[in-house]
Nanobody, 125 residues
Framework: QMQLVESGGGLVQAGDSLSLSCAAS???????LAWFRQARGMEREFVAG????????YYVDSVKGRFTISRDNSKNLAYLQMSSLKPEDTAVYYC???????????????????WGQGTQVTVSS
C-alpha cells in the first residue's frame, strides 16, 4: 500500500508563491500523479498532472502559467510550485496517484486510487 503525505501549505497573500510537496512511502510503484484541490463547499477539482517519466504535464486552465508540477522519482517526491496566487486558489490541496506508465492525461478524481490527507492553502486578498 502506498501512502502519500502532502506538506507546504499555509497562509499567504495574493501574488505570493508557495511550493507544495507530496511524499510517497510504503509500497511504491510507477504511477501517474496529480494534484487536486477542494474549496469549501465545492467539488474536488483537478489542478495538475504528471506522468511517471515527467514527459507529460498538464494543467487546468485557471492555473496555467502560474503553477508547475514536477517530480523526483529517486526521492519519491512530487511538487506543485504555485506563483501569483489568487484568493480563488484557496483550497485543500491533495496529491493522488494511479499505477501505470501511461502518458495519457487523467483528470478525474475517480481515476486515482491513492490519496494524501491534504494540505490547506489560504490566499488572502
Amino acid at each position: 500500500q502506498m501512502q502519500l503525505v502532502e506538506s507546504g501549505g499555509g497562509l499567504v497573500q495574493a501574488g505570493d508563491s508557495l511550493s507544495l510537496s507530496c511524499a510517497a512511502s510504503g509500497r511504491t510503484f510507477a504511477n501517474t500523479l496529480a494534484w487536486f484541490r477542494q474549496a469549501r463547499g465545492m467539488e474536488r477539482e483537478f489542478v495538475a498532472g504528471i506522468s511517471w517519466s515527467g514527459g507529460s504535464t498538464y494543467y487546468v486552465d485557471s492555473v496555467k502559467g502560474r503553477f508547475t508540477i514536477s517530480r523526483d522519482n529517486s526521492k519519491n517526491l512530487a511538487y506543485l510550485q504555485m506563483s501569483s496566487l489568487k484568493p480563488e486558489d484557496t483550497a485543500v490541496y491533495y496529491c493522488a496517484v494511479r499505477p501505470g506508465l501511461s502518458d495519457r492525461e487523467r483528470r478525474a478524481p475517480f481515476e486515482y486510487g491513492y490519496w494524501g490527507q491534504g494540505t490547506q492553502v489560504t490566499v488572502s486578498s
